[in-house]
């Protein structure tokens, strides 16, 4: 349901979809291989304690 609610906003409000679109590139350049490693790493040490 919330991600049905979520994608209608998406679709209805193109305003929220613009600001969505100028903020992706700046939140992708977040997610370095070296931070997904160290991220995995610490679930799986969690999951294996």
Known sequence: QA?????ERLLS???H???LAEAG???ACAFT?????RLTH???RE???
Not at 3 to 7: C, D, G, Q, T
Not at 33 to 37: H, N, P, R, S, V
Request: proline share 4%; charged share 30%.
């Open 25 to 27: 590139p700046a939140r």
């Open 47 to 49: 999951a294996l304690a």
């Open 3 to 7: 991600w049905f609610e979520a994608v």
């Open 17 to 19: 979809y613009q600001r």
């Open 33 to 37: 291989w070296d931070e997904t490693a």
């Open 42 to 44: 610490a679930v799986y």
């Open 13 to 15: 409000d193109r305003a």
